[in-house]
């Protein structure tokens, strides 16, 4: 008696749960969508507050609901910040940003350099780094008062040599931080061609480290430049005349004894913006792969 085997049944391969659980990229997800629509609004409304109210006039302002949009919009208060010395605060903000930011960046970035290829003076760096490191723990406010009587002492009170000086030296220690993390990362071997090409290191550190390194020296010069632009401690500790005022503080020019008048200081606050918003521009690219690689360290 012959016995009659029935074939096998066939395998089916199936997908593991994790493979058939997967997301499919056209499906929604809602929940994250409202998340950034809610955080989209949170940030604009402000800024459209601040565009329409710089378009009204004051009388407007008060009478009208503020989110309503301007029925007559005018450029009347931009046209009287203009005429209340703005170009000359406009100027004196530029001289000290670029008088604190300048410097700041460039001796950041030959310290930097410097502590991570120190060589034989390693641990004085070291130490050197450490006092850095240590800058980052005080807080402009804590030093405030012996940064005043020092600027009383070398007779530079009421300048823009004032203002600069302290805004240069608070701005080193993080630039040195973040420089230095950046040419850490560069391959060794780099520098060791340059060496054997018979590059100094004067050479190395301008044709090698800064194109290198030029991402993290965008990122640093614009958030140093934001900084010091916004800066109000300083200007208002260290200065007394109308003519060394900074932009921060010529909002005082559109407040009055019994009111302010809000358009007026909006206009101005728009105007105050737009230098930083054509610096971010200009140095967009650089400045979004240096905190990317910022991000990825």
């Known amino acids: 008696m012959t016995t009659v085997l029935s074939p096998p049944p066939p395998v089916v391969d199936r997908p593991p749960a994790s493979r058939r659980r997967r997301f499919h990229p056209k499906q929604w997800n809602l929940l994250g969508g409202l998340a950034g629509w809610l955080w989209l609004a949170v940030v604009i409304m402000p800024i459209y507050w601040i565009v329409i109210t710089s378009l009204k006039v004051s009388g407007d302002y008060y009478a009208t609901n503020p989110l309503a949009p301007p029925t007559s919009p005018t450029l009347e208060n931009y046209r009287f910040v203009l005429e209340n010395n703005f170009v000359q605060y406009f100027m004196n903000s530029t001289i000290v940003t670029v008088g604190a930011v300048g410097p700041a960046v460039l001796m950041s970035f030959m310290a930097a350099y410097a502590i991570i290829r120190g060589g034989a003076a390693s641990r004085f760096l070291r130490g ?92 640093v010069t614009i958030y140093q430049g934001l900084t010091v632009w916004n800066g109000f401690v300083l200007p208002l500790i260290l200065t007394q005349s109308p003519e060394q005022r900074t ?13 302010v008048n809000i358009p007026a200081v909006l206009a101005s606050v728009v105007l105050t913006t737009l230098p930083i918003l054509t610096l971010y521009v200009i140095g967009r690219r650089q400045l979004l792969s240096g905190l990317t690689a910022g991000f990825g360290k």
């Open 247 to 259: 932009l921060p503080l010529a909002l005082w020019e559109f407040q009055g004894q019994y009111s």
């Open 128 to 219: 050197v780094n450490g006092l850095f490191l240590m800058g980052l723990a005080i807080p402009l406010q804590a030093v405030i008062i012996p940064i005043y009587l020092i600027i009383i002492k070398i007779q530079m009170y009421d300048t823009l040599g004032a203002i600069i000086l302290p805004s240069l030296a608070f701005a080193i220690p993080l630039s040195v931080l973040v420089l230095a993390n950046f040419i850490r990362d560069v391959p060794k071997e780099l520098f060791e061609s340059m060496r054997m090409d018979g590059a100094t290191e004067w050479g190395t550190l301008w044709r090698l480290a800064f194109p290198l390194t030029r991402p993290a020296l965008v990122t």
